[in-house]
């Protein structure tokens, strides 16, 4: 288990031998570890000098560790508030969290979670961007809004497995998250966020639509992001069925890329 006080992770694996618990230095530990070519370690805690020795056939290290009761617990999810298929999960997180604010101080950094109506709903907004995605869950009807950083949810979704159902629960001050072998705590923003109902039904309706292929506008979104200031901005201009992006940056230099629609 890990924990930087905003958001805490517990993974829990088969092993054999001694049990015993400590609190060792995540970054030695994680570099140590990466730097062995062997399959199976020994890990042997000497309680009384705090110091874990890591054993292989070749080698022998010794890290300096702390007593495991300065070390905050991870809760684990007891009574879910709602159970969601991991995979949509992680899904909706690609779809929304990008748009939440890039300032971390604002209440605009977070992504509003609930459920209305036995829908999950994800919801982010920041002076740029919009976005909001529903899911049908099974077994509850409506759970109150509560504010998770983005970067925090991005984080959350990449350490989950991609199989299995994925158990929430929202308590106050933090929500936590289970899925299979995984345990996450995150700490919850509070404060005022924006009625996305309100949001959504203010946006203009489309004066012009046009379709184009997943593939082609995001390989050529890539490619002129190569260009892209730090606000990411470029300049999309359509013609007919002509798509065209551009950007043009002194320091890096430009790109124009152009696909059929």
Do not use: W
């Given at each position: 288990?890990?924990t930087n006080l ?127 995605e529903e899911f ?63 949001l959504r039904d ?60």
């Amino acid at each position: 288990a890990g924990t930087n006080l905003e958001i805490g992770i517990g993974y829990t694996f088969a092993s054999h031998g001694a049990e015993f618990i400590t609190c060792v230095p995540a970054r030695t530990f994680t570099d140590l570890i990466d730097s062995l070519s062997v399959e199976e370690i020994d890990l042997e805690l000497d309680p009384d000098n705090q110091s874990l020795t890591v054993m292989t056939e070749s080698s022998t290290s010794n890290i300096r560790c702390a007593p495991a009761d300065e070390f905050p617990d991870i809760p684990e999810v007891e009574e879910p508030s709602f159970t969601v298929p991991v995979v949509q999960f992680k899904e909706m997180v690609q779809r929304v969290a990008f748009a939440s604010s890039a300032v971390s101080e604002s209440n605009l950094a977070a992504v509003q979670i609930s459920v209305e109506d036995g829908k999950l709903i994800m919801f982010a907004v920041d002076g740029f961007h919009f976005s909001f995605e529903e899911f049908e869950l099974e077994g509850i009807e409506q759970l109150a809004p509560f504010l998770v950083k983005g970067t925090t949810l991005e984080t959350i979704s990449k350490i989950l497995p991609d199989e299995g159902e994925l158990e929430v629960e929202v308590q106050e001050k933090k929500a936590m998250f289970h899925c299979r072998d995984v345990d996450v705590v995150s700490q919850l923003m509070s404060g005022n966020f924006p009625d996305y109902k309100k949001l959504r039904d203010s946006l203009s309706p489309a004066k012009t639509t046009l379709t184009v292929g997943t593939l082609e506008l995001l390989r050529s979104a890539r490619q002129v992001k190569v260009f892209a200031s730090k606000t990411g901005a470029c300049q999309l201009e359509v013609k007919g069925m002509l798509v065209r992006l551009t950007v043009i940056a002194l320091e890096k230099g430009d790109s124009d890329v152009t696909f059929t629609a």
